[in-house]
């Protein structure tokens, strides 16, 4: 056992030590990610691909039974086109890659890698929209978008990610935010219920909200380390874009009219989320509702008689029941290195059976989220892992919240919401003026940010305690990825 | 009812008149795509989107049984990267689209937007592998890619494209060829018993084969208009990308050697194939397995008591058994109107049903391939529609396979296959010499391609008939898309 020790010892770097060091040993330790040769791109490699997939999975039912449609839009926009609302291109054209030329030919106008969809959206949307009666306009696209950023993480900031973006167009504003609420929802909903991380859902100040939106809203997650992290976004566009488009359609009243509009996106980045939630030094934590592989089964002893059989039967009975298993029987590596990159991967049930468990009719099981072991009847085994997974997962959610409930403290004075900033310790509540001009002091004088006006309000004060004036809102404030 | 007609008279052109436009009406009628303002670059509409990701779905599933993974690599690819393998870039550059500029600034070195993965899947692969223990790689990407084609047309030939593209290393030249066929047979599996096209699996000459590779596999189906369409394609590269990429490994004796690589892909062509085999005269027709909507049910006199009822009792006995429905109660189109829009559509079946239906117990069913109605009592409609629906879908295929053998004909002399050519009459079976030369006469005199040697050879000759020359294989050649 000696050796095998010294074999699977993998160095993570602790996290209390270096927080960025350790993510970047676990997105490649746990093989979720690859850095490519071109700068800032990233390589999804099959195990991150597979929890985004079931990300997508679970996004993409509730998108149709919210009676949304898919549909493929262009990757690349004439400049011509991106360029006509003012505030959008302003936000987006500093980080937009851009097409000159074409096989041998330049072209006559840069085409742009779209680093989001709603131009040429709109345009296809002015061509397609006559009537009220056709209303709403209720289409989302998965696509890859391109955003020319200069420092990147893998799955928090990149060049190139993954998302979904949903483009809706409606008679009326109520109807819009009443949209752009819902799909709020099912992104909280998502976001707790299967990669089991608590979010706080709030609107965007002024200075923080989308391009050419009129409101964003906001899911907020808090990171390990003690960052937030935006972890999707629904904007009401009112009717910005509709009139820089020329979005229009006959009303109720035979009138010429401009739809209200929203958009909504989230990311391949909650991958990020879940690595920096439910992370710990052993490495990735993955919640089982959204776990590629819920179960491993490792076999003791795999050349004596029986351990083989009995795996597989545990295996099959366990596929009968709904649950996605793997039955590691690779004969190359030892059962420690097995534990040991399963808990890297972040598996959350290991399942070990040798010749002595086999004898005494019972196995050992392993959560990765306590690290407790227990031993389980053979015959129990198909009937109590559905359970314990759904005790992992809820255990992972309250975890989390615990967790980010005590890193949240009240700003009542700035010299120590600075120096709490200072220390990177957590997430502050406090009431706010609501004016840009005292954001932007916090964010020079801290790095931190307003995250969102939280949709619970909670009375703190009367006054902002940034600046002294009169208290507009509460507020949550964190340095941010 | 008169009204009714005029109203819903749709003006597609017959494709004994004009096939090309026959196409072009279909495609907007049936609201599958649009065109963008890109020039060439279409924008998948929801229905046309619902179609591929019934493809998708039932690809990506055989994919997985066979012990694939799916991950994700960048869009964009730098130029030094393209040009390592000879004949690929060559193959590949002339419809590069080009990025030049991230943000304000002229990048050092261009970046091509991804016309296929090749180049930076082997940087990647050639990073990765080590020992022989980690093979096979079995990896595939579902993504878009561009092409900058200078003539092109919605689904058949489009300046983007989403498809999936398979990246295979293995040990030995008998396992890539191995995979490469096993991909091919899945291709063919799926085209046929979910697209209901039939396909002829070969391989192509050494003048059309893929840049780069040792050999292509492909299947070709036959359009109603007597052109050939690839549809699927399936390459062993050998070791060409390895050596020019540097994979190397470890193999079994502790030697340094390059493995054996695969790729294989299927795009959304393949609906431009569902379309130009199954549609007719009044429009689209979509075989029931992969039709978004098998099933639509369209209530008469809705407003008389008992009508939509009944006509959603219908609904749910169908979905629970599985069946993909739709009832279209809305109020504002005349049921000759929703005949109409649904046949346009290429629902496979209609139920109609009235206040004196329900009266006699019964519901009429129309066929959308035969055009057949019938009578059914209600209380058989779920028992009887999965039936029904298999039906269809097995008349389709075979209805195509027909066509498809009425329309290949032996081509014993080049005179005779040039006059049918000249009137595009179909798909040529002919013995043939194997030079490139001739097959290059073959294409300036006709425009016909070699579309594949086929894996099942016919005996027909012993001598070229192009040419003269002793016959080395016997081939199928046609116009195609």
Redesign the interface.
Known sequence: MKNEKTEFVKDITNMEDDFAQWYTDVIKKADLV?Y???KG??????Y???I??NIQKNLDKRFKQTGH??????????ES?LTKEKEHVEGFA???????????ETLGE??C?RPTSET?IC??YS??LNSY?QLPFK?NQW??V?R?EKTTRPFLRTA?F?WQEGHTLHETQEEAKEEALTMLDIYKEIVEEYLAIPVITGTKSEKEKFAGADKTYTIEALMHDGKALQSGTSHELGQNFAKAYDITYQDRNSKLAYPFQTSWGVTTRLIGALIMVHGDNRGLVVPPRIAPTQVVIVPIQMNKEGVLDKANEIKNSLISKGIRVELDDDT?NTPGWKFNEYEMKGIPARIEIGPRDIQNGVATISRRDTNEKSTIELDKIADEIPALLEDIQKGLFEKAKKRRDEMTFVATDFDMFKERMANNQGLAKAMWCGDPQCEENIKKETAATIRCIPTEQEHLGDVCPFCGKPAKHMVYIAKAY
């Open positions: 690859d490519s040769p071109v791109f990233m390589v999804i490699k099959p991150g691909y597979e985004w997939e449609k898919n549909c493929y839009f262009p990757l690349l926009i004439p086109l500093p980080e937009v890659a851009w097409v000159t030329q074409g096989g041998n840069r085409l890698v040429i345009y296809m061509k397609w009666r289409y696509a890859n391109v020319w190139e993954l190359a």
